[in-house]
C-alpha cells in the first residue's frame, strides 16, 4: 500500500518550528526518512494564497492578526509562528516543487475550492464580494463561500489554476470538503445552496419555474447544479491535462449527488478524475471508520481507472499501533493508497517508522516473530532446527535501505531462560592493542567508551508486555564483553550469560542466555512481547536493526512483536 499525505506549511512551521526555505528542506527530509511518494500541498490557507500570486490575497503572518487567542496552541504562540511567514517575498510553493522533484517525490497542488475563508479568520479580498457568496433559498449568504456557476468565479478560479500550474506541480487535489465550516445540505440532505439570481435565472431558462418554487429534492433542479459543477471540474480537468493527477477530497459518508452536488458517478465514469479520498468532518481515526469510508465511496464511484484511497485523521494524534490498525483496515477493505491527514504528524506522533516500514512491506504484521517454547535447553542439535531471521535495515550509515552485511539470527524459549543466537557476518573492525587495556575500566563503565565505540557489538532490545514505552536492553561485542540496562534503571551490569565466538575472520557469533527472573517475566502461550534486534558495525559505519527505525535512541514504540507458541 501506498501512502500518500497532505501538508500545510503553516503547521509544520507552528509545531515543528520549520519556516522559511530551510525550514521546507527539513519538512522533506521527513518526507523522504518516511518513504513519501506524493505529498499534496496546501496552496490557499483559507482563502489567501500561500505563495506570491499576482490574483489573490496572499499570506502575510503578520497581517493575521485574528491568529491570536485561536486554539491549536493559540495566543503568542500563534502570533509568533504566524508572523514569521510573508509568502510575499519568497515562493514556497515552487520551492516545495524543486525539492520534492530532487528527492523524486511529487508534489500536488492542495486546492480548497470552495472557500475563500477559513474559519473565520483568513479571509481574501475576493471572498469578501457578497454577490460571489453561496445563497440559500431565503436569500441568505454565507461568508467564506463561492458559488461555482458564476462566471465571475469561474474566471478567477481558472485564472489561479494558471499560476499553480505554472510551478510545475506533479497535480492538483480539489478540496470540496471544506466549505468554511459551513454545511452544504440542510436537513433532509439536499444541497441548499444555489439562489443566486443567475443561477435561478438559467434554470428558469431551461425548465420555465423558479427553482424556489420547487422543494429541494426537485430532481431537475438537483441534476441541474450537478451537471453546472460537475463541467467545470472537467474545465479544470482540461487544463491539467493528462499526464497531471486531478484527484478530489469529498465527505465519504454523504450521497455526494444530493449532499454536495457532486456527481462522482459521472466524473469517475469520464475518466475526469485520477484519485477519490475521503474526509470525515468528526475526524474519527478507528480503524472501522476507515474501511467504513472505503466502502462508502466505493458505493458512489463508478469509473474503472478512478481509485480509492483511504484516509487518516490524525489531527487529535494517534499511537502507532493505532495508526497500523487504520493502515491494515484500509487494505482489508480494498483501498491500495492511504492518505495520512497531516504530514506534520509523522514526527509529532511517532508515525515515520510505522509509514516507512509500509512502504517497504516490513509493517510489525508482516515482520512478526514466533518463537517456539522448549521444555530444555536447546542443544547443538536443536538450534540446526531454529527458524533464522534475516534482513536488517539500516538506522545509520551509507544511504541505502538494507545493510551490506549480513546478519541472522535465532530465538528459542527455553524453560528457564531466552536464548539468542546473532550471526554476523561481514569485515570487521580491529581494536588497538591500547584500547583493549582499557577493558577493565570499560567493563566498569568508567572510561574505556572509546574501546566500546571501536567494537563491533549486537543489542537484543526486549519489552514485556509489550507496554510500547518501557524497555531491557542487552548487549553484547564481539570480544565477549557484556551488560544490560533497563530504561528506569539504569546502572549497567552483567547478571546472565553471554558468549562471543569467532567463527572466521569474516563471521562470529553472539551468543545471548538471559534468564527470566532477569527479565522480571515468564512468557506463556501466545503471550507477546516486543522486540528489536540491532547490529553495529564499526568497519563500515553500519548500524542495522531487524524492524525498521527511525528514531534517535532507543524507543520501544518503534518495534516489532515475537510471539510464543
Known amino acids: 500500500m501506498k ?7 503553516h503547521d509544520w512551521t507552528h509545531f515543528t518550528g520549520a519556516a522559511g526555505p530551510t525550514g521546507i528542506e527539513r519538512i522533506f527530509d521527513w518526507m523522504t526518512i518516511a518513504r513519501i511518494e506524493r505529498v499534496y500541498w496546501r496552496v490557499f490557507e483559507g482563502g489567501l494564497a500561500t505563495y506570491p500570486s499576482k490574483l489573490a490575497t496572499v499570506f502575510r503572518g503578520s497581517q493575521v492578526k485574528s491568529w491570536r487567542g485561536l486554539g491549536d496552541g493559540g495566543g503568542p504562540k500563534s502570533e509568533q509562528w504566524a508572523t514569521r511567514e510573508d509568502c510575499s517575498r519568497w515562493d514556497p510553493l515552487a520551492l516545495a516543487v524543486e525539492i520534492a522533484h530532487r528527492r523524486g517525490i511529487e508534489l500536488c497542488a492542495w486546492w480548497t475550492l470552495c472557500e475563500e475563508d477559513h474559519g473565520g479568520h483568513v479571509g481574501s479580498d475576493f471572498g469578501q464580494q457578497k454577490q460571489f457568496r453561496l445563497q440559500t433559498r431565503d436569500g441568505k449568504d454565507y461568508p467564506g463561500t463561492v458559488e461555482l456557476f458564476l462566471p465571475q468565479v469561474q474566471r478567477y ?12 506541480v506533479d497535480g492538483v487535489l480539489l478540496d470540496f470538503a471544506r466549505n468554511n465550516a459551513t454545511p452544504s445540505a440542510a436537513s433532509d440532505g ?16 431551461h425548465h420555465g419555474v423558479d427553482p424556489i418554487d420547487l422543494p429541494s429534492d426537485d430532481q431537475r433542479w438537483v441534476a441541474f447544479k450537478n451537471a453546472y459543477r460537475a463541467e467545470f471540474i472537467r474545465q479544470i480537468r482540461r487544463r ?27 466524473l469517475s465514469r469520464d475518466g475526469t478524475l485520477d484519485l477519490v479520498m475521503p474526509f470525515n468532518m468528526t475526524y474519527c481515526n478507528s480503524p472501522r471508520a476507515t474501511a467504513e469510508q472505503v466502502r462508502q465511496l466505493r458505493s458512489q464511484i463508478k469509473g474503472r481507472h478512478t481509485k480509492i484511497a483511504a484516509g487518516i485523521q490524525a489531527y487529535w494524534g494517534m499511537t502507532p499501533d493505532a495508526y497500523e490498525g487504520a493502515l491494515d483496515a484500509a487494505h482489508t477493505a480494498g483501498a491500495r493508497t492511504t492518505v495520512l491527514y497531516e504530514a506534520d504528524m509523522l514526527p509529532r506522533m511517532n508515525l515515520l517508522t510505522p509509514t516507512r516500514a509500509h512502504h517497504l ?3 510489525r504484521g508482516s515482520r512478526g516473530l514466533v518463537v517456539k517454547m522448549c521444555r530444555s535447553k536447546p542443544s547443538t542439535t536443536h538450534w540446526r532446527h531454529v527458524d533464522h531471521h534475516r534482513g536488517l535495515y539500516i538506522v545509520a550509515g551509507p544511504d541505502q535501505v538494507k545493510a551490506s552485511a549480513a546478519t541472522s539470527f535465532q530465538i528459542v524459549a527455553g524453560p528457564d531462560s531466552l536464548h539468542v543466537r546473532v550471526h554476523c557476518m561481514g569485515r570487521q573492525a580491529e581494536v588497538p592493542s591500547e584500547m583493549l587495556q582499557e577493558k577493565a575500566a570499560y567493563l566498569k563503565w568508567i572510561g574505556g567508551r572509546n574501546f566500546w565505540q571501536r567494537s563491533d557489538k549486537v543489542h537484543v532490545l526486549l519489552d514485556p508486555g509489550p ?41 562470529w557469533v553472539a551468543e545471548f542466555e538471559i534468564p527470566y ?6 512468557p506463556g502461550k501466545d503471550a507477546q512481547w516486543g522486540f528489536q534486534l540491532v547490529r553495529e558495525q564499526c568497519a563500515t559505519r553500519e548500524v542495522a536493526s531487524w524492524f ?10 518503534e518495534w516489532g512483536d515475537m510471539r510464543f507458541v
Open 548 to 557: 525498521i527505525s527511525t528514531a534517535y535512541g532507543v524507543d520501544p514504540q
Open 517 to 522: 527472573r532477569i527479565i522480571g517475566d515468564r
Open 3 to 9: 501512502i500518500y499525505t497532505i501538508s500545510t506549511l
Open 240 to 266: 491539467v491535462g493528462k499526464n497531471r493527477h486531478l484527484d478530489l477530497m469529498t465527505i465519504p459518508h454523504v450521497n455526494n449527488y444530493r449532499w454536495l452536488c457532486l456527481d462522482l458517478p459521472a
Open 467 to 507: 507496554t510500547r514505552s518501557d524497555y531491557q536492553h542487552y548487549s553484547g561485542d564481539r570480544h565477549g564483553n557484556a551488560w544490560t540496562e533497563k530504561r528506569f534503571l539504569n546502572p549497567w551490569s552483567t547478571t546472565w550469560t553471554y558468549r562471543a565466538v569467532r567463527e572466521s575472520a569474516n563471521r
Open 157 to 168: 478560479r481558472l485564472a489561479i489554476l494558471k499560476e499553480i500550474l505554472e510551478r510545475n
Open 190 to 205: 439536499y444541497h441548499h445552496f444555489g439562489f443566486n439570481a443567475p443561477v435561478r435565472k438559467a434554470f428558469y431558462k
Open 361 to 363: 512491506r516490513a509493517s
